[in-house]
């Protein structure tokens, strides 16, 4: 813990000095906003209300004006739990013909993430494969057990990256700094520039078998964009560090479309960078919803998010929240009951998922984002994350089966008496930094 916490503070500055000193004046201007504004009953990001529901062309339009990154074409296959991810992952793992690139927040050091780098170790003989992982929160991540025991005699290893490196590897490996503690959160999986895996899932037992979580696999031209996401975070996480962040020419970072396939747009969070698409998108979908607005993340804690979210219920949106029954934070499970009062009492209607669930998917009228993101201000403000958002009905109809449906059918309806707690209070002042 101690070596990852040097190498996040003194190698961030010494190969990313630009990019820690945005991000410095980012966390302390966030920091203290939220401590102090989240008291206030308004909203302080003040994004203008669409005139047009989200999932209208108008509403489209709307994003591609305010400089919002271009749609892109792709085709979605839902990957619900880690029942259908692990699976999907291991067949494109061993169909890939020339690159594997592996993005995520937690590498872990488990059987099942040991078991996975052994697979990428052996592909490595016959194909080029990177690895990816955020330092701190696979550190962090690879001290905690998971639930349910290892395998007897199973012995984890205390260095993810010198593991997937031994032997006669050929996995080159990198381990993304963390400068002011700020994490890149994205989970990001690519194979041969054709096929790209995004969601909430992470490479450890939690998301094999013990929490309920989302990945898409999106195949078709958008993909290249997406490897470009890859290989830009891969340079910065480099020795040259920010100077690697030289953009290409700009021929090379046109949107691709085609004339079939479902029109996606990639959104970031990247303060670095000024990015700020997830929540600014977000707030403009639930401000501009007419009919629903239905949520499902473990985390509830963007003020303004919350504020939106009950101002659309007053005006009687349809909104549907579902939290986890009990998450993998205790100060975050009692921040999300002080949300649940919030909405609560506005009209909107809670659910408790019987177990963890890790989904982060935001469905406003027909028009729907997914990806890495929580709603806490980390992932809104602080945070590198990823998500697609879109507004095909098809895929939208695809996702209310998938996820919504079923999951609201099993959840409970928390009620407002549920929500009392004086340590809810003291937990959201806290997830205001979260």
Request: charged letters at 25%.
């Amino acid at each position: 813990m101690t070596a990852s916490v040097v190498r996040s503070t003194l190698l961030s500055v010494l190969r990313q000095p630009v990019t820690t000193a945005k991000l410095g004046a980012v966390v302390l201007w966030h920091r203290p906003r939220e401590a102090v504004m989240s008291n206030l009953p308004i909203q302080t990001h003040f994004i203008p209300t669409p005139p047009c529901p989200p999932g209208c062309p108008e509403f489209e339009a709307l994003l591609d004006e305010k400089k919002f990154p271009k749609t892109e074409t792709g085709k979605l296959t839902w990957l619900v739990d880690g029942s259908a991810f692990f699976p999907e992952m291991e067949r494109q793992m061993a169909n890939a013909l020339k690159r594997i690139d592996v993005q995520v927040f937690i590498f872990d050091n488990d059987d099942i993430a040991t078991h996975y780098a052994d697979l990428l170790k052996t592909r490595s003989e016959g194909v080029k494969i990177r690895v990816l992982f955020d330092d701190l929160g696979s550190t962090f991540a690879q001290t905690a057990a998971p639930r349910t025991p290892a395998p007897s005699g199973f012995h984890p290893s205390a260095d993810m990256k010198r593991y997937l490196k031994s032997g006669h590897s050929k996995v080159r490996v990198r381990r993304i700094p963390n400068p002011w503690f700020v994490a890149d959160h994205t989970k990001l999986l690519v194979f041969d520039e054709k096929t790209a895996i995004l969601g909430g899932m992470n490479i450890g037992r939690e998301y094999y078998s013990e929490w309920h979580d989302l990945m898409v696999k999106v195949e078709g031209p958008i993909t290249s964009s997406l490897a470009r996401e890859f290989n830009r975070a891969w340079r910065k996480a480099g020795p040259a560090g920010d100077l690697g962040l030289f953009r290409q020419p700009a021929a090379w970072r046109k949107a691709h479309t085609s004339a079939s396939g479902t029109s996606l747009r990639i959104l970031r969070t990247d303060p670095g960078e000024g990015r700020y698409e997830i929540m600014e998108s977000s707030i403009m979908a639930i401000s501009a919803a007419r009919k629903r607005i239905w949520v499902e993340n473990p985390y509830l804690a963007h003020d303004d998010t919350i504020l939106a979210l009950a101002a659309a219920a007053r005006r009687g949106v349809d909104v549907r929240v579902i939290l986890p029954a009990q998450g993998d934070s205790t100060v975050m499970d009692l921040a999300n009951l002080s949300a649940a009062r919030t909405l609560i009492r506005s009209g909107a209607q809670v659910y408790r998922y019987p177990r963890m669930t890790h989904m982060k998917v935001l469905l406003c009228d027909d028009w729907a984002s997914v990806g890495s993101a929580n709603l806490d201000t980390l992932s809104m403000c602080i945070n590198r994350e990823l998500n697609l958002a879109f507004c095909d009905l098809k895929e939208i109809h695809q996702l209310e089966a998938k996820v919504f449906k079923p999951d609201f059918q099993i959840s409970q309806k928390i009620t407002l008496k549920e929500t009392e707690s004086f340590l809810a209070e003291i937990a959201e002042t806290v997830a205001d930094q979260l």
